[in-house]
């Protein structure tokens, strides 16, 4: 598996002016454990980060309640001035305690507040696609965004943020935030095992708005499949590898945002982007799904 220098190719969001490689970079992982606090080896943060965009990432995505604040610090301080086709994906709607819970944060001045501390944190003038965080960690909950998007929307058109995408959401809110502003991208879990949201992704794909999956190989727990394992050995990669591989296959709106604090990792992550999987691969992959 040679790295190729076009990361799996590129993928336009529509109504945009962002093209962006499909093989991005999650910057959560480089928070403390838990993400919490700061990170065990800060020099190494910041070396992944810098080669992360040497190698021609050009999308990182990040959040000022990773830390909380010590991710968007991280970020600027191994890559501020930014490159000019650096794009950086944030999200609102959470914050930490002070003992590292998650909780909600979606009122008004919540968002509002959020983003400024973005802002501040990242050292940018605008974000450049912001996310609303919708669902807690247990997955997405149905109820009105209506409220909490058109702040955003309110922020977008104060020039504050330049693209708004959502994260954790159902169809149905998803709509819902689409009456109000374009969204350029959602963000959900999904994976080789997790395919609920297998027919969302077809109807983005056609509306040009990027799927952005998270927990690449099955969230906190990872996934335990030994179908995925012996596929893996047989094209010489890490069960990591495959999973990736096999996101990027399942559908060309599909960008990813695998993240790591270590380099050796952040190369294995690079090499599945040019990482082919034959036909008979593919089935049993996707047999995976079918069994969950």
Same mark, same amino acid.
């Given at each position: 598996m040679s790295q190729q220098a076009n990361l799996a190719g590129t993928f336009s969001l529509a109504g945009t002016d962002l093209t962006v490689h499909r093989m991005g970079y999650g910057a959560m992982q480089l928070a403390g454990p838990h993400v919490f606090g700061p990170p065990r080896d800060r020099a190494e943060a910041l070396a992944v980060l810098r080669e992360a965009?040497?190698?021609? #990432?050009?999308? #990182?995505?990040?959040?000022? !309640?990773?830390?909380?604040?010590?991710?968007?610090? #991280?970020?600027?301080?191994?890559?501020?001035?930014?490159?000019?086709?650096?794009?950086?994906?944030?999200?609102?709607?959470?914050?930490r305690d002070d003992k590292g819970a998650w909780l909600p944060a979606l009122s008004e001045q919540e968002l509002?507040?959020?983003?400024?501390?973005?802002?501040?944190n990242l050292g940018l003038d605008a974000l450049d696609v912001v996310?609303?965080?919708v669902g807690g960690l247990d997955g997405p909950k149905d109820f009105s965004i209506v409220q909490q998007v058109s702040v955003l929307a309110e922020l977008k058109q104060q020039g504050l943020i330049r693209h708004i995408g959502l994260s954790n959401v159902t169809v149905g809110q998803l709509?819902?935030?689409?009456? #109000?502003?374009?969204?350029?991208?959602?963000?959900?879990?999904y994976n080789v095992a997790n395919r609920a949201d297998d027919a969302l992704i077809d109807v983005l794909a056609a509306e040009g708005i990027a799927y952005v999956p998270f927990f690449p190989?099955?969230? !906190?727990?990872?996934?335990?499949?030994?179908?995925?394992?012996?596929?893996a050995k047989s094209l010489n990669a890490t069960s990591m590898q495959t999973a990736l591989a096999w996101l990027l296959h399942r559908s060309p709106n599909i960008l990813l945002i695998p993240g790591t604090s270590?380099?050796?990792?952040?190369?294995?992550?690079?090499?599945?982007?040019?990482?082919?999987?034959?036909?008979?691969?593919?089935?049993?992959?996707d047999a995976i799904g079918q069994q969950a």
């Open positions: 965009v040497d190698t021609g #990432i050009d999308h #990182i995505d990040t959040s000022d !309640f990773y830390g909380p604040h010590v991710t968007n610090q #991280i970020i600027k301080e191994a890559l501020h001035p930014y490159r000019d086709n650096l794009v950086i994906v944030t999200k609102l709607g959470a914050v509002i507040d959020g983003a400024h501390d973005n802002l501040r996310n609303l965080r709509r819902q935030a689409q009456t #109000i502003t374009p969204i350029v991208c959602v963000q959900n879990l190989l099955g969230g !906190f727990t990872p996934l335990q499949s030994s179908e995925l394992d012996e596929v270590s380099r050796a990792h952040l190369r294995e992550n690079i090499a599945a982007a040019s990482l082919v999987l034959p036909a008979d691969a593919t089935r049993k992959l």
